[in-house]
Every structure is written in C-alpha cells, then in structure tokens.
C-alpha cells in the first residue's frame, strides 16, 4: 500500500512527528510532501507571514505537483496556529488532486491545546471530499518525543492491513 504524508513544519516538531508516524507504516510505502520553512529566523518568520496571507508563490511549483492518486492512504500533519491549522492546510487541501473518497488522517502538533484546530482539518478534509478514517493530537509543551507517534503510526498500520 502507498502513503503520502503532507506537512508543514517551522520549528521541526510536525516533520519529527511526521517521520516517527512514517517509521512504523512498515506495511506502507512512504512518501512526502513536506513543506518546510527554511533559514534563518527572521527568514523564517518572514516565509510564514507570506503563507498566512495566502501567497504561496514560493512553493507553487511544489503544490501544483500534489495529487492523492496512487496513494491508498493521506495523511496531513500541521502545527496548531491557535485554534487552526496554519494556512497551508487549507492550501494543501485545494490543491490536492483526486482527493475524493481517499482515506485520509489529519495529525497536529501542539504546545498545550490543539484539540479544536484538529477538529476544524477534519471537518475541512470532510468538505473537500475525503474520507477520514482518523485524527491524533501531539501535545507537549517543551519537548516533543517519538514514541506517541510511533505508536499512533503502528495502530494506523494494523489497522489498514
Ligand atoms: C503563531 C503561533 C501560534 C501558536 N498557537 C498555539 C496554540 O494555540 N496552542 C498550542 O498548543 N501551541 C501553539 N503554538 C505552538 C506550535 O503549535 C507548536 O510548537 C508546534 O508543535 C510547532 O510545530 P513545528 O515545530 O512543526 O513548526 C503556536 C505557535 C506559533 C508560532
């Protein structure tokens, strides 16, 4: 079976998260759409800004290549941004071709809540047309380790075996 895992990371928690879920889908070939802002910080914050106004110029040629086909499997993994998902979520999402009816799992990455900006990625995905089949929240406030998502990322694969 074929999983493209999609995320956003500035501070590297989400792409840590998104690669310790990818460990465990040994049943699974992984690929990635990362997106990932590079830089020093102010570079950093300066990219973001662009992405939260909804200029996504410096990634197009990137997004105009997502595309769900050939995958049995979605996952979308972001920060939590209050209480939403950074803006590219929404992008991803639009810009994912054959989205419909695709087995997708949204994930996000959080400090200390998290809960209401994964319920709104699903009810987004919904929209769009996916199926979701399930949701995880990754809470800690200092550091963020492997080992929830490992497990997360196992279940994922017995369950689609
Ligand atoms: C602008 C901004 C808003 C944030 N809002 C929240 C929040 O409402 N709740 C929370 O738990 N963490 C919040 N965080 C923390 C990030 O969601 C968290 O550190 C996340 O794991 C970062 O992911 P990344 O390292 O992949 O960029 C916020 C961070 C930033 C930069």
């Known amino acids: 079976m074929k999983a493209l895992i999609a995320y956003f990371t500035r501070t590297g928690r989400t792409k840590k998260?998104?690669?310790?879920?990818?460990?465990?889908?040994?049943?699974?070939?992984?690929?990635?759409?990362?997106?990932?802002?590079?830089?020093?910080y102010v570079e950093k914050i300066k990219k973001l800004d662009k992405f939260e106004n909804k200029d996504f110029s410096a990634i197009e040629s990137e997004l105009s290549t997502l595309d769900a086909a050939n995958n049995d499997l979605?996952?979308?993994?972001?920060?939590?941004?209050?209480?939403?998902?950074?803006?590219?979520?929404?992008?991803?999402?639009?810009?994912?071709?054959?989205?419909?009816?695709?087995?997708v799992i949204v994930f996000n990455t959080a400090r200390f809540t998290g809960g209401k900006s994964l319920d709104y990625m699903k009810e987004k995905a919904e929209s769009a047309g996916a199926e979701v089949i399930d949701q995880a929240r990754f809470a800690k406030f200092l550091w963020?380790?492997?080992k929830d998502a490992i497990k997360f990322g196992k279940k994922v694969n017995e369950s689609l075996s």
């Open 74 to 103: 979605i996952m979308i993994g972001m920060p939590t941004y209050g209480n939403f998902p950074p803006k590219v979520f929404d992008e991803i999402l639009v810009r994912m071709k054959n989205l419909k009816g695709k087995k």
């Open 144 to 146: 963020i380790g492997e």
């Open 17 to 40: 998260t998104a690669k310790a879920i990818a460990s465990a889908l040994t049943n699974h070939e992984v690929s990635f759409f990362p997106v990932e802002l590079t830089g020093k």
